[in-house]
C-alpha cells in the first residue's frame, strides 16, 4: 500500500477528532445510565437527541475514513490503521484509545439498553395489575369492608 506522507497526518487528525466523540459519547451514555437509575425519564428525550447527533458526527469520521482507505484502494482495518501510523506514535496511541472508547462505548449502551427493558417490563407489569384492577373494582360495604363484585350484567339483560 503506497502511502503519501499527508495521509498519515489526515488519518491522525480524523482518529483525534473520533476519539475526541467518543469520549462526549461515553460521557452521554454515563448520564444516560444515570437517568434510567434514577428514573429521570423526562430528562432522557432531551439527551436522547444529542446521544443520536454524536451518533451521527461519529458515523461520519467512521465513513471518511473508509473513504481515505478507499482511495487508496486498500480496506480500512487495525493492521492498515497501524502500518501508516507506525511513524507517528502520537497518533498510533490515539487510535488504541479509539479501538478501547468503541468497546467501552459498546458496552455501555448495552448495559442501557437492558435498564429500558427493565424499565419498560416494570412499566407493563404495572399497566397489567392496574387494568385488572379496573375490571374488577372493590365495593365497599356500609362497615367499610370490602367485598366481591357481582358480575358485570348490563341492565335488562336476562
Known amino acids: 500500500m503506497a ?38 425519564i423526562d430528562a432522557l428525550s432531551a439527551l436522547a437527541e444529542k446521544k443520536t447527533a454524536l451518533y451521527r458526527a461519529l458515523q461520519r469520521l467512521s465513513d471518511e475514513r473508509v473513504v ?10 487495525d493492521e492498515n490503521i497501524r502500518i501508516v501510523l507506525a511513524d507517528l506514535p502520537e497518533a498510533l496511541s490515539a487510535w488504541q484509545d479509539v479501538v478501547s472508547l468503541a468497546a467501552e462505548a459498546k458496552e455501555r449502551n448495552r448495559i442501557n439498553g437492558q435498564l429500558i427493558t427493565e424499565r419498560l417490563q416494570n412499566n407493563q407489569q404495572a399497566l397489567s395489575v392496574l387494568l385488572a384492577a379496573a375490571e374488577h373494582p372493590q365495593i365497599y360495604g356500609p362497615d367499610g369492608q370490602s367485598r366481591p363484585t357481582a358480575s358485570r350484567r348490563l341492565f335488562g339483560a336476562a
Open 68 to 77: 481515505m482507505f478507499a482511495r487508496l484502494g486498500a480496506k480500512v482495518s
Open 3 to 40: 502511502i503519501d506522507p499527508g495521509f498519515a497526518q489526515r488519518l491522525a487528525l480524523l482518529i483525534q477528532d473520533e476519539r475526541a466523540g467518543l469520549q462526549g459519547f461515553i460521557a452521554l451514555l454515563q448520564r444516560e445510565e444515570a437517568l434510567l437509575v434514577a428514573t429521570q
